[in-house]
């Protein structure tokens, strides 16, 4: 099976600018979430989508924002980007179902590093 | 969330076992225990996870106090492979947690040869 694979792997944007990261998940895996890892703040949680469908959000600014297509891939998009953006963005894929187990495992793509300039 | 505790680092030597710790007081019945560890410019990677009982698999075996508090990660050959940061999570089912694992600062790994 091929992994988690995300596009493009590194990007330099400048302030302002918009971006869009892509995210590929294993097949069969309906679940797709998305993480920032930053030096200071480390790795934290940006969202969760499930059959197209936002089921879980962290804390971050609205400017942050994804989506899910009907193959389970995802985006996700990044308005009016500011220097602390720069980090790199992780995406992960679960087979869970409907429901959501504490045992459910996630699977990681090798991230899209992100630099604002 | 439930908090983890880990040491910041530590060292092994290659082929030698490695004991990682976790501390896990607030630790709720329906929390999994979980591993996971990243290798440099590498997103994290599953190792091991567990709810009460001791588990192995092909890459470590996870030990669990009794009392669920604490929790050891165990390599039983560390390889120059293995230095990475590792994180100990608790995850727990519902609305919440959907895709969301809480990643501390980790274990940082050095592994000698």
């Known amino acids: 099976k091929a992994g988690v694979t995300q596009t493009p792997r590194y990007l330099i944007k400048t302030r302002g600018q918009q971006v869009t990261l892509s995210c590929s998940p294993i097949s069969g895996h309906r679940s797709v979430s998305w993480y920032q890892q930053t030096p200071g703040q480390g790795l934290q949680f940006l969202f969760e989508?499930?059959?197209?469908?936002?089921?879980n959000k962290g804390n971050f600014p609205g400017r942050f924002s994804g989506r899910q297509f009907s193959n389970s891939r995802s985006e996700m998009n990044v308005s009016t980007l500011e220097l602390g953006d720069s980090a790199l963005y992780l995406c992960a894929s679960s087979e869970n179902g409907q429901g959501y187990s504490g045992a459910n495992v996630l699977t990681f793509g090798a991230g899209s590093r992100l630099t604002v300039l | 969330d439930a908090k983890t505790t880990q040491p910041n680092s530590m060292e092994s030597n290659e082929e030698e076992p490695v004991h990682l710790p976790c501390n896990h007081s607030t630790i709720s019945g329906t929390d999994y225990i979980h591993w996971y560890r990243q290798l440099p410019s590498q997103g994290p990677e599953y190792v091991i996870h567990?709810?009460?009982s001791n588990v192995n698999n092909r890459m470590a075996s996870l030990a669990i106090a009794e009392d669920r508090k604490s929790s050891t990660l165990i390599l039983h050959r560390a390889t120059l492979r293995d230095a990475a940061v590792y994180y100990c999570?608790?995850?727990?089912?519902?609305?919440?947690?959907?895709?969301?694992?809480?990643f501390g600062q980790g274990t940082i790994l050095t592994v000698h040869p």
């Open positions: 567990g709810l009460t």
């Open positions: 999570i608790l995850s727990d089912a519902g609305g919440t947690s959907y895709g969301k694992l809480t």
């Open positions: 989508y499930f059959s197209e469908t936002q089921r």
